[in-house]
């Protein structure tokens, strides 16, 4: 019974130790990495956001001034 236990143990470490060995260790982030990294992720969707805003406001200004053609198009023709 002893010996199945000290077995079990010995195997318990080794895996332990093989899982803890591989693999990159945990360093916690310093304030100022925080700081840096929430800086950069705001940034690039802000950029990113700005970008799409524009471009639906550039599509709708075309969208408008093409009805607006349109409706003057169509207006000289039904005056003639």
Do not use: H, R, W
Request: net charge negative; with cysteine.
């Amino acid at each position: 019974m002893k010996k199945g236990i000290m077995l079990a143990i010995a195997a318990g470490g080794l895996f332990t130790f093989g899982l803890t060995s591989c693999g990159e260790q945990f360093t916690p982030m310093t304030e100022e990495q925080i700081n840096a990294k929430v800086e950069e992720l705001y940034n690039e969707q802000k950029d990113a956001k700005l970008q799409e805003l524009s471009a639906a406001c550039q599509a709708k200004a075309e969208a408008e001034a093409n009805a607006k053609f349109e409706e003057m198009k169509s207006a000289a023709t039904a005056s003639k």
